[in-house]
Each structure stands twice: as C-alpha cells, then as structure tokens.
C-alpha cells in the first residue's frame, strides 16, 4: 500500500461526530455515563473519483476508466469507550479525550485535518492539529448538556476518523488489480487444499512431501495462478495441518459412532453352534465368553474386531461400513 508521504496526489483526514439520541436506557445507572463509538479508517480513492464527488453538481465530471470500487479499505476498526458525563465536564475534560484519541490506536498522524460536528454540515480545515480533542470535547460537553435535561443517565456519540489518500487513477487501477488478483490466488489455494485434503480423505492415503507439493503446483497451473517456492511449500504445510486436524477430529467422532454400532453379547449355546470360529483369529468361541456383534450380524472376539477396526471400519466378511 502507497503512503501518505510516498503519493503524489496527497490525502486529507476527515473527523466527523455527532450526537445519537438513543430512546433505549439503561435505568440501573447510578450515575450518568457518556458512551463514545469512535471509528477509524484508512482508504484509497482515485483522483477521478475525487472529482466526481467535488465537483458532483457538474455536467461532466472525469470518470473512472473502467468499473472499480469507489475507494480501497486498508484498515478498519471500531471501539466503543465509556465514561462518567463528571469526566467530560470537569477541569480534566481534556486529558479524558485524549486517552481516547490514543487508545483508538490510530494508524496514522492526525495531521491535514478536516472537521464537521454532522453528516450535513460543511468541513471545516483546522490549521492546528492540537484542536481536534478541544472540538470533541465541546461536542461531548454540547451533547450531555442537550440531554441532561431529560433525566437520562445514558450519553451517545459517534466519531468517525478517515483518511482519505488520493492516488492518480492509473495508481489507483493498479493497486485495484493487485488486491483482485490476491483474493483470487487465495481462493484457488483453498480451492487446492480442499481438493487435495478430500482426496487423502477418499483414498485414506497421507501424500508424501513430493506428491503434495507436485500435485499442489498442477492444480494451481491448471487454474492459471503460480506461486513461489517459499509460498508453496507454505501452503503445503497448511495443507497437512489441516487434513492432520481434520482426521483426528473426524476420527474422534467416527471412533464414537462406531463405537455405539457395536453390540457386546456374552456367548450362549446357541451362538457357539452359529459362530464357530471367529474369521478374524480362526479360534474357536467358547462358551460364556464375550464377542462383538456388528450392524450386519456377523460376530468376532472382542479383541480381535477392536483391533481390525483400528485399522478399517468394514466388517471382514461382508465388507459392510460401520461409517454408514
């Protein structure tokens, strides 16, 4: 991502807040509290579009060449703040707004600033950085004066802090294109570990390193996106602590269901007859000892199907699947 100091079309900070009359109340309160949302984000936009929004009462305005999103979102975030209303209208009212302002964890300088107390009004361009808390704080103290009269014990506002770097449209087109194609190679690497995680599933085969990493780079060839080598063998390694975890975790649950499918008799005279011998160890079941019966009926020691089914769920008769 370009910075502020590296473009040359320059950018500007705009910091807007305005009060929210909420009806919901917290009545539990004791005392009254003033609850600050404060949002902060850093966006590109083309120089064209720029112009389409400030000269947007204009006939004809410079338009984007092709169809792009309107501004680039690098970051993002949203924290909601409360304190006492007392903290606001006392003489410390100032140091509480600027333990806001840097627990915003701001990802740039506030510099270039552009100020409005509403959606409607027009900016404002402060000349002093160090004015930005003092306008919050007239707003803070404007919004619990305004509401105080009602008897609320709750206070809202909002702050939204953006800022806005203006890069020429053929920079902007190519930074577009490169966050397209990004999302895109992500989606065919999870495309490819999804293909290849299934595929060690169906078979119950684990692919050796060079198999993972030959069949990683021909499906990735195949949906026309290459990768270094360093990428690669990361996504190689992503591959195998997926399907690692898969397993253990479909094993566990598969170990269950198997489990429950089982039914344990004790042998009767009868079923000594029927049984014979247990296919598994080839030696006779005797009588009152305990066996396995599974789904389709056909019965084994304990031991020996407990072990066989370590090594595959199918009955070794009929080959009949206890994952059903």
Aim: hydrophobic share 35%; with cysteine.
């Amino acid at each position: 991502m370009a910075s502020s100091t590296d473009c040359g079309y320059g950018y500007h900070i705009n910091v807007s807040a305005w009060e929210i009359g909420d009806p919901v109340q917290d009545n539990t309160l004791s005392s009254s509290y003033l609850f600050i949302t404060c949002k902060v984000e850093l966006s590109y936009q083309s120089e064209a579009i720029s112009t389409i929004i400030t000269h947007k009462l204009k006939s004809i305005v410079s338009a984007p060449t092709k169809s792009i999103p309107k501004k680039i979102t690098a970051h993002e975030t949203e924290h909601t703040f409360r304190f006492p209303c007392d903290s606001f209208i006392s003489t410390h009212g100032g140091k509480t707004v600027s333990s806001i302002i840097s627990d915003m964890n701001i990802p740039f300088s506030l510099e270039n600033i552009q100020w409005r107390e509403h959606v409607c009004e027009p900016w404002v361009l402060l000349e002093n950085p160090d004015d930005l808390p003092n306008h919050i704080l007239d707003l803070a103290r404007y919004t619990i004066k305004g509401f105080e009269k009602t008897g609320r014990k709750e206070f809202k506002m909002y702050i939204h802090i953006e800022k806005k770097i203006i890069l020429s449209q053929q920079e902007y087109e190519t930074m577009a294109q490169g966050i397209e194609d990004q999302e895109r190679v992500e989606m065919i690497k999870a495309t490819a570990m999804k293909e290849i995680i299934g595929y060690q599933v169906a078979t119950g085969r684990l692919l050796s390193r060079t198999e993972l990493l030959l069949r990683l780079r021909i499906i990735l060839r195949e949906k026309n996106a290459t990768l270094d080598w360093s990428s690669l063998e990361s996504l190689a390694n992503q591959v195998s602590q997926t399907f690692m975890w898969t397993q253990k975790r479909g094993r566990s649950s598969l170990e269950s269901s198997v489990e429950k499918a089982i039914e344990y008799l004790r042998v009767k005279g009868s079923d000594v007859e029927s049984m014979g011998r247990c296919s598994i160890c080839i030696q006779e079941v005797e009588l009152k000892s305990y066996v396995s019966r599974l789904p389709c009926s056909h019965m084994f020691h304990r031991d020996c199907i407990k072990e066989w089914l370590n090594k595959s769920h199918l009955c070794p008769l009929c080959r009949f699947s206890l994952d059903q």
